[in-house]
């Protein structure tokens, strides 16, 4: 699973997206578009549009899906509870991977019970090639340290268990965030090439980002 606010979905998160399964041999990859988020501002189009643009965004790449089970829920969304309802759907037995980049593996321990996460899914983090997590990790908090020092394995092992893993892929990051593309269209700038076609197009047909 990756979870993100997808506000909106650009071509870092669907490289990044790409890159793992094919590293890390995953089957399929679901986008879960974050409700109200936990720990972000509020983001500025509604949950239904961001989802929409996910949608969009994956439509021509099958081991993609959207799962909106987090824009659908009322109130706050945690990680944990999106993964413990998929553990119950999914079983016991079926490894699962929670997908996120390095930037927030190195915050999980602000995460709500983020000690738990480690129970129902590993945990697969994309960082730069050439750089290593290492160099960050003496500075995060002990029990994220120790966690990451005992549970690091190789991403081709962890389909061995259900959870519990930590792997670290090197894989390039694209210099693209949402937080740019918002700016770029409120200063009525192109984003042409560093999203899909098909949601810059949903983007400026809605209006979304624009100066009110
Ligand atoms: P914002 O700019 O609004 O903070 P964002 O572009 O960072 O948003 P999120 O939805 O917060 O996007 O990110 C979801 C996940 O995708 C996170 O795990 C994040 O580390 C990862 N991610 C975001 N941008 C990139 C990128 N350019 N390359 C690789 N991973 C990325």
Same mark, same amino acid.
């Given at each position: 699973?990756?979870?993100?606010?997808f506000?909106?979905?650009?071509?870092?998160?669907?490289?990044?997206?790409?890159?793992?399964?094919?590293?890390?041999g995953?089957?399929?990859?679901?986008?879960? =578009?974050?409700? +109200?988020?936990?720990h $972000?501002? %509020?983001p500025?189009?509604?949950?239904?549009?961001?989802?929409?643009m996910v !949608? /969009?965004?994956?439509?021509d790449?099958?081991?993609?899906?959207?799962?909106?089970?987090?824009?659908?829920?009322?109130?706050?969304?945690?990680?944990v509870?999106?993964?413990?309802?998929?553990?119950?759907?999914?079983g016991?037995?079926?490894?699962?991977?929670?997908?996120?980049?390095?930037?927030?593996?190195?915050?999980?321990?602000?995460?709500?019970?983020?000690?738990?996460l480690?129970?129902?899914?590993?945990?697969?983090?994309?960082?730069? =090639?050439?750089? +290593?997590i290492?160099e $960050?990790i %003496?500075t995060?908090?002990?029990?994220?340290?120790?966690h990451?020092?005992? !549970? /690091?394995?190789a991403?081709?092992?962890?389909?061995?268990?259900a959870?519990?893993?930590?792997?670290?892929?090197?894989?390039?990051?694209?210099?693209?965030?949402a937080?740019?593309i918002?700016?770029?269209?409120?200063?009525?700038?192109s984003?042409?090439?560093?999203?899909?076609?098909a949601?810059?197009?949903?983007?400026?047909?809605h209006?979304l980002?624009?100066?009110?």
């Amino acid at each position: 699973m990756l979870g993100g606010t997808f506000d909106p979905i650009h071509y870092g998160h669907l490289r990044l997206a790409e890159e793992m399964l094919e590293l890390a041999g995953l089957r399929q990859i679901r986008f879960i =578009p974050t409700g +109200t988020p936990a720990h $972000r501002d %509020v983001p500025q189009v509604t949950a239904a549009q961001r989802s929409e643009m996910v !949608r /969009l965004a994956i439509a021509d790449q099958p081991a993609f899906v959207l799962d909106e089970r987090e824009v659908k829920r009322a109130g706050k969304c945690y990680t944990v509870d999106t993964l413990r309802e998929l553990r119950l759907e999914l079983g016991a037995q079926q490894p699962l991977c929670l997908l996120m980049g390095g930037d927030a593996f190195l915050q999980l321990h602000t995460w709500h019970e983020w000690e738990k996460l480690f129970d129902l899914a590993h945990i697969v983090v994309g960082y730069r =090639p050439g750089f +290593t997590i290492e160099e $960050r990790i %003496v500075t995060a908090p002990l029990p994220l340290r120790e966690h990451y020092q005992k !549970r /690091l394995c190789a991403a081709t092992t962890l389909r061995a268990e259900a959870h519990g893993g930590i792997a670290v892929l090197g894989i390039p990051k694209l210099e693209i965030s949402a937080t740019v593309i918002r700016s770029r269209v409120a200063e009525q700038r192109s984003i042409r090439y560093l999203l899909p076609n098909a949601v810059a197009e949903y983007i400026h047909q809605h209006h979304l980002y624009a100066p009110c």
